[in-house]
């Protein structure tokens, strides 16, 4: 046999070569396109939630049917928060809204319950929480029934089982839509002072929708709705005399009748208690800023927290001060063992 040539070798070798520059050239790419494929594979299998079974029934007084349903729990929570907060919403601010609506619930299931017919524990009015059926979201959605109740299926999942507690005790969840720039001290609305529900600034919410209000009412009309008799030749309505800490109306003189912010909103049915007002021809016109009560979570301000890309632990955090996310079976196991 005779010898190869060294040219042979060499013209070999650099066939080799040639066929090996594309696989060379190609492999790493390859590889780390696997990569980022295999990792968003892993990113989009964690974000996917079940939505466990619900371990007990909510009692809830239907106003319309005059019916008591029992519905799962989660479900529950579902009808609640698509209820009480738009889709629109930031998942985050989502995932916030089921934590007190679950945790509401809760408090009540433990409680007993308040202002509502016989075998019922909740209604589904605002005496409560609202909650609509998915029928009843059906016709109020329509063809975006199916995206909007996957969104908010998923923030209700993503915290299924917890709830919010203060001193391992469930708290008393209260939210609002939309404060005056910041949320008011409990006891400044209703009686009792409560360690989380203190005032903090809410500065996003001037961007809320809901956030200024006008309302135009005639001088009989107001005086009629709240005892008094306006000095016109003044051109003043009454005196605000004290603030209440989140900086809406305590107290309010007017022609020698004292009120407390709350009542003024309440008789006149306006958005809130942070309210100026003025005399204009036969009008009291009435100008007010925020939406709601404002103690505890406001619901925009959620909101905008979340687009400025806080989590749903940061915006309880925020309105919740000292609060923690636990566990509900402890306190739904009270309940069950009860009934």
């Known amino acids: 046999m005779k010898p190869v040539k060294p040219i ?4 070999g070798g650099l066939f080799i070569i040639i066929l090996l520059i594309p696989t060379l050239l190609v492999t790493p790419f390859m590889e780390q396109s696997k990569g980022k494929l295999g990792e968003e594979l892993t990113v989009a299998k964690s ?9 007990l029934d909510v009692p809830v007084y239907r106003s319309q049917t005059k019916q008591i349903e029992s ?3 989660e479900e529950y929570v579902i009808g609640v928060v698509a209820s009480e907060m738009p889709a629109e919403f930031e998942t985050e601010a989502l995932k916030a809204q089921a934590l007190a609506a679950r945790t509401y619930i809760t408090k009540q299931l433990m409680n007993g319950p308040i202002s509502t017919p016989d075998g019922a524990a909740v209604t589904d009015t605002q005496m409560h929480q609202v909650y609509k059926n998915p029928e009843e979201l059906k016709a109020i959605w329509g063809d975006e029934y199916e995206s909007k109740l996957q969104k908010i299926t998923a923030a209700v999942a993503a915290t299924q089982g917890k709830i919010l507690t203060y001193q391992d005790q469930p708290i008393d969840a209260s939210f609002f839509s939309t404060s005056n720039g910041y949320t008011e001290n409990s006891e400044a609305y209703w009686t009792e002072a409560i360690p989380y529900l203190k005032s903090v600034k809410s500065s996003w919410d001037k961007n809320s929708p809901k956030f200024y209000d006008k309302k135009v009412i005639s001088i009989k009309d107001f005086e009629s709705t709240l005892g008094v008799k306006l000095d016109t030749s003044s051109g003043t309505v009454g005196k605000i005399t004290e603030l209440t800490p989140g900086k809406r109306v305590a107290k309010v003189d007017i022609n020698g009748k004292q009120f407390t912010g709350r009542q003024i909103r309440e008789e006149l049915g306006l958005k809130s208690s942070d309210f100026t007002w003025e005399i204009k021809g036969d009008s009291v016109v009435i100008e007010t800023k925020g939406f709601g009560h404002g103690v505890g979570m406001s619901q925009y301000g959620a909101n905008f927290m979340a687009e400025d890309g806080k989590t749903y632990e ?3 955090a925020h309105y919740y001060n000292g609060t923690k996310v ?4 402890p306190f739904l196991s009270k309940y069950t063992a009860k009934n």
């Open 314 to 316: 940061e915006i309880i």
């Open 71 to 73: 519905i799962p729990l």
């Open 47 to 55: 974000e996917v939630q079940v939505l466990a079974e619900s371990p």
């Open 8 to 11: 042979l070798f060499a013209f």
């Open 326 to 329: 636990s566990e509900a079976e």
